[in-house]
């Protein structure tokens, strides 16, 4: 069995792009460097909180996103290195969301002036993927060319690049070219997301029966996770 498979494939890549765009969306009307972002954390603690979240588990659920898109479109060399760059970049990012995470309770609990130079302070320190920034966006355009070659649609495969306008760093709000880039996204992959899933055979009631319980226990070990 090929791993992510259909279900898993199909649903990252519908939840994946919507997911970003959510969160893009959701924090665009504050300004886009970060002590205004740390500003609206203390004034839109819940929205803010909601934004950065779903952001992140974007970028998480992207990777399955990506392997799927790979073998899916051929695993040739530009395939298997944009799948490469594109999937260290969302390492990068996910790295970058926990950096948003400690700032945000730096905001909590010393006030926003103080993270604010906090986060000034640090803000330049290296670290791994200082030296990986560029697979963030340049990953894209190497996909999405990979995917233009493997039957894609070239509509699509611009969709896919625009990914690459999507600016990166730490605490970093909206602009329009995030707004477009995450639209592009959801454009290239959540229509190929739907049809893989109309592709994959009905679930039968062996299946139902077994997915419940595992998703029960799969709940209940996520709220022993945060008492760890």
């Known amino acids: ?23 893009t969306l959701l924090r665009s009307p504050f300004d886009f460097f970060f002590p205004d972002q740390l500003r609206a954390v203390a004034e839109h603690p819940a929205l803010m909180r909601a934004a950065y979240t779903a952001f992140l588990a ?16 051929g695993a040739t060399r530009w ?9 260290v970049g ?10 948003d995470h400690a700032a945000f309770s730096a905001t ?12 000034a302070q640090g803000y330049g320190d290296l670290h791994l993927f200082s030296f990986l920034s560029f697979t963030i966006m340049f990953g894209w355009y190497v996909l999405a060319f990979a995917a233009y070659r493997g039957g894609l649609g070239r509509i699509r495969s611009v969709a896919l690049a625009m990914m690459g306008l999507l600016p990166l760093g730490v605490l970093k709000g909206t602009e329009i070219v995030s707004i477009i880039g995450t639209i592009g996204l959801c454009v290239a992959l959540v229509p190929l997301g ?10 039968t009631r062996k299946n139902v029966l077994t997915a419940v319980p595992v998703a029960v226990g799969l709940g209940a070990l996520a709220v022993l996770s945060t008492l760890g």
């Open 1 to 23: 069995m090929r791993f992510p498979n259909g279900w898993v494939g199909g649903v990252a890549l519908v939840a994946g792009p919507v997911l970003l765009l959510a969160g």
């Open 79 to 87: 395939a298997a290195w944009g799948g490469v760059l594109v999937t």
């Open 108 to 119: 909590k609990h010393l006030g926003v002036v103080e993270a604010t130079e906090l986060v």
């Open 58 to 73: 974007g970028t998480v659920v992207m990777w399955a996103a990506v392997a799927f898109l790979v073998h899916r479109i």
């Open 194 to 203: 739907v049809k893989v899933l109309m592709e994959q055979p009905t679930p």
């Open 90 to 99: 969302l390492f990068a990012r996910t790295f970058h969301a926990g950096v």
